[in-house]
């Protein structure tokens, strides 16, 4: 009977428990008015250690420089100007942070996911074409002018598209001090070290010479068996090296002792060197 009380006691707390909204998967609310990260703790935790009150200044909620557009001179023409918690140590369980994205005539922000986060996307000027892609592989994309905004479910790929010869730029908002950033190409075809070849000509449904153009593309290592290749034909060409200068030393020249008699009356003995190459 006792046993049973017990079994029926716990099947109820386990009921309740399962039924509260307790159990959803957030964080829990600050027991503090603010937990500003500690740079220099080396206690590991999952986010930051609280820095000391009584040492926190203004400075540690403070971030500034996104009145200045981000240098867009790269391959994809666009660039984010960020604070979170790596910038702004005031954003600790904080639980959000902040971007300036420029995308330069005709730039891409690349497809790319933040794995602990959602982001807003508010167009301050020019136009851009943005979407993403949902687990089912449905695409959800529109063109936002200033004043529109977006939202990218937190976990999603997405992107954002300069369609116009005129640079365009935005505020961006995000559910996370530390949102996390996963770019698509880059991770697959970047990895250190790299994914493996056929992996990725299976996954891609192309070969694997046109995966190795990819990678090197994105600076990621050879594969082993190209590598090996390398290494192989280089130690060889050194051992081809060692041995043609050692018989270029031994035939270029040969030293043998002589002996000259008479030489305008005068007798003389020693070493000379002469060319094989004069017979």
């Known amino acids: 009977m006792a046993a049973s009380s017990c079994s029926l006691l716990l099947a109820l707390v386990l009921a309740v428990a399962v039924m509260s909204p307790l159990v959803l998967a957030y964080d829990p609310n600050s027991l503090q008015d603010f937990c500003v990260a500690d740079y220099t703790s080396n206690v590991f935790v999952n986010g930051w250690a609280c820095k000391d009150p009584s040492k926190v200044?203004?400075?540690?909620?403070?971030?500034?420089?996104?009145?200045?557009?981000?240098?867009?001179?790269?391959?994809?023409?666009?660039?984010?100007?960020?604070?979170?918690?790596?910038?702004?140590?005031?954003?600790n369980t904080a639980g959000i942070s902040l971007a300036r994205l420029d995308?330069?005539?005709?730039?891409?922000n690349p497809?790319?996911?933040?794995?602990?986060g959602t982001e807003m996307l508010t167009v301050v000027e020019g136009e851009l074409y943005v979407?993403?892609?949902?687990?089912?592989?449905?695409?959800?994309?529109?063109?936002?002018?200033?004043g529109g905004a977006f939202v990218y479910p937190k976990g999603l790929v997405h992107f954002a598209f300069n369609l116009t010869p005129r640079p365009a730029w935005g505020v961006v908002g995000l559910s996370s001090q530390n949102p996390g950033l996963i770019r698509v190409a880059d991770s697959i075809f970047g990895a250190s070290p790299a994914v493996n070849d056929e992996v990725?000509?299976?996954?891609?449904?192309?070969?694997?010479?046109?995966?190795?153009?990819?990678?090197?593309?994105?600076?990621?290592?050879?594969?082993?068996?190209?590598?090996?290749?390398?290494i192989y034909f280089f130690?060889?060409?050194s051992y081809?090296?060692?041995?043609?200068q050692l018989i270029s030393s031994m035939t270029s020249s040969v030293c043998f002792p002589?002996?000259?008699?008479?030489?305008?009356?005068?007798?003389?003995?020693?070493?000379?060197?002469r060319s094989t190459d004069q017979g």
Do not use: W
């Open 131 to 146: 979407g993403f892609i949902t687990t089912q592989g449905k695409l959800f994309g529109k063109v936002i002018r200033p």
């Open 200 to 230: 990725l000509a299976k996954a891609f449904r192309i070969n694997q010479a046109t995966v190795q153009m990819i990678k090197e593309k994105f600076g990621a290592k050879m594969s082993s068996r190209i590598a090996f290749l390398v």
């Open 57 to 91: 200044t203004a400075a540690d909620f403070s971030v500034s420089g996104f009145h200045i557009p981000g240098d867009t001179s790269n391959f994809a023409g666009s660039n984010s100007t960020v604070a979170d918690i790596h910038v702004l140590p005031g954003l």
């Open 258 to 273: 002589v002996t000259v008699n008479e030489v305008e009356g005068t007798s003389l003995s020693g070493s000379g060197c």
């Open 235 to 237: 130690v060889m060409y």
């Open 240 to 244: 081809m090296l060692d041995a043609y």
């Open 103 to 108: 995308v330069a005539p005709f730039g891409l």
């Open 111 to 116: 497809p790319h996911t933040h794995p602990r």
